[in-house]
């Protein structure tokens, strides 16, 4: 049993900032490849970006490349997406998923989601 919990998504204004949060928990608790995916009305869902079990290696969409940031805190559980110079096609509910290893190519647990929209 693993649970996936991401929070800090909100409203801002175009060009704003926002960090998101995903905390990872349940009865046997690992250190997790993770990836960030967003889905926008009417859109499919979309890759954002991804990090490793340790940290070391991340990779990130073209579409967000140079503004958002992931990182992770395995002493916390948690990995956080950094988004600067947000702009209205951003908007969506962002999702966090684990995958077994880093080289696992299926995200086995997903999160419930946190909107985030920016403002035109």
């Known amino acids: 049993q693993v649970q996936l919990v991401a929070t800090g998504g909100g409203l801002v204004q175009n060009g704003g900032s926002l960090r998101l949060s995903c905390v990872v928990s349940?009865?046997?608790?690992?250190?997790?490849?993770m990836g960030w995916f967003r889905r926008a009305l009417g859109k499919e869902r979309e890759f954002v970006s991804a990090i490793s079990r340790s940290g070391n290696s991340t990779n990130y969409a073209d579409s967000v490349k140079g503004r958002f940031n992931i990182s992770r805190d395995n002493a916390k559980s948690t990995v956080y997406l950094q988004m600067h110079s947000l702009k209205p096609e951003d908007t969506a509910v962002y999702f966090c998923?684990?995958?077994?290893?880093?080289?696992?190519?299926?995200?086995?647990?997903w999160g419930q989601g946190t909107q985030v929209t920016t403002a035109k």
């Open positions: 349940g009865r046997t608790v690992s250190n997790f490849a």
């Open positions: 998923a684990a995958r077994d290893t880093d080289f696992s190519t299926q995200y086995r647990y």
